[in-house]
């Protein structure tokens, strides 16, 4: 049975930091991308980050050169720090994987990997308060 999970979420002040991690498992073959959607209430789910296996990786604009994705392949971990925070970066992230290839990701989301991603996690509250 696949699992994502996700932990690391909390609370703290605009300007500190946080540490989200993801595991995935129960595939068969490695996870070739994963990545970090959110969504605020009343808001849309958004695209945070993402990385594939390649190390390519993709970035919000609004959360550019503030977050940071990373991976250990080996393990199907993903991590996302998130430095400078801002109370508009307040929302639930959800950490999502496929083992599919990129192409077929983006084209199954409508070019949005977030929507394309064949299993996420049930999500992990982010708060930043001003």
């Known amino acids: 049975e696949v699992q994502v999970v996700e932990s690391g979420g909390g609370s703290v002040q605009a300007g500190g930091s946080l540490r989200l991690s993801c595991l995935a498992s129960?595939?068969?073959?490695?996870?070739?991308?994963m990545g970090w959607f959110r969504q605020a209430p009343g808001k849309e789910r958004e695209g945070v980050a993402a990385?594939?296996?390649?190390?390519?990786?993709y970035y919000h604009d609004s959360v550019k050169g503030r977050f940071t994705i990373s991976q250990d392949k080996d393990k199907n971990t993903v991590y996302l720090q998130m430095n400078s925070l801002k109370p508009e970066d307040s929302a639930m992230y959800y950490c999502?994987?496929?083992?599919?290839?990129?192409?077929?990701?983006?084209?199954?989301?409508?070019?949005?990997?977030?929507?394309?991603?064949?299993?996420w996690g049930k999500g992990t509250l982010v708060t930043v308060s001003s």
């Open positions: 129960g595939y068969r073959n490695s996870v070739n991308y």
């Open positions: 999502a994987a496929d083992p599919a290839d990129r192409t077929e990701v983006h084209r199954r989301g409508g070019g949005k990997w977030w929507i394309g991603m064949d299993h």
């Open positions: 990385i594939y296996t390649s190390g390519t990786t």
